[in-house]
């Protein structure tokens, strides 16, 4: 859907010159424990056989440990080989098998390497968030694409109470 107004819209996009300097990711010991506590026991373990329960039960004793792999891996721009492996696995889609189109796909990949970018993620969001445009709406936490059409429609209106104005919506199906 394409909306056409005439200028003058204030998007308010945001200023780059107000952002606040950039400082180094270092991962924290706390956040990487509360993140081991709270991993699911029942997900799969990865190629490197690190289960979500031994991370969760042993968090204490383990996050010094993966705390200095991760920040030496921020520092160096390097990730150890181990985490980024992953291995295949098929899966039933349906109940009874009867060729192989009746698999799908599944990766199973290391549980310490997606607590590791489970803990840049939450970084780089808290970067971005203030630099994206107010009217992204894909991709984003709390928004919808009835938020989208709810917008366009509340600018619309907005922009119809001049007088003579117009808009013309343009939808491709």
Request: glycine share 2%; net charge positive; charged share 20%.
């Amino acid at each position: 859907m394409a909306v056409v107004v005439s200028p003058g819209l204030d998007r308010s996009a945001p200023n780059l010159s107000d952002t606040p300097p950039l400082t180094p990711l270092t991962i924290k010991e706390e956040e990487e424990n509360r993140l081991f506590k709270r991993l699911n026991t029942r997900k799969a373990t990865g190629p490197d056989s690190v289960s979500p329960s031994l991370l969760k039960h042993c968090a204490n004793q383990l996050s010094p440990a993966f705390t200095d792999i991760f920040n030496t891996s921020l520092e160096t721009c390097h990730v150890p080989a181990c985490f980024k492996t992953s291995a295949i696995v098929p899966a039933p889609k349906k109940t009874k098998i009867r060729g192989l189109n009746d698999y799908r796909p599944v990766t199973l990949t290391s549980v310490v390497m997606k607590s590791f970018e489970r803990l840049v993620l939450s970084y780089l969001k808290d970067i971005t968030d203030p630099l994206l445009d107010p009217l992204q709406f894909a991709y984003r936490a709390n928004r919808s694409v009835d938020d989208a059409v709810n917008m366009a429609l509340y600018f619309i209106l907005q922009h119809l109470d001049s007088p003579g104005s117009y808009a013309r919506i343009l939808c491709g199906l």
